[in-house]
């Protein structure tokens, strides 16, 4: 016969418990800022991937058009910067705001004379360099 104080070998005690949640709470801690970082990083790099785009369209208007039907082209062209750049672009969404990622705001050149002028990336209020 088992004795009555005889315990079963397959429980944990309360102390193995709340040392796994302990430590489960640890890594996690420890994990979440990083976690959070690679996200913003990514989201980072697809503006700037996003950017390098459009300066790329921009790029192959000039060479389609020629410099002087681009320029004037895109001088009369206003708010329609990205209407003449979609054809250039592999996937255009319809508008430049759905083409540039949430919380992010790209701005195209006034002028594409000369050549390098850049499209620029701004996040809230600061720059983001690419």
Known sequence: MKSATHLS???FSLVEVLAAVAIIGIVTFL???NIVQVKQ???DN???ARANT???AIASFVQAK???AASN???SGGSNAYTNLSPYIAFPETNLSAFTPNGYTFTLPTSITPLTNKTTIQRGLSN???
């Open 46 to 48: 697809l503006a700037r």
């Open 66 to 68: 020629g410099q002087t």
């Open 54 to 56: 459009l300066n790329l």
């Open 31 to 33: 994990a979440i800022p």
């Open 41 to 43: 990083d990514s989201e």
């Open 128 to 130: 983001i360099p690419y």
């Open 9 to 11: 070998p397959s429980a």
């Open 73 to 75: 082209t895109w001088a």
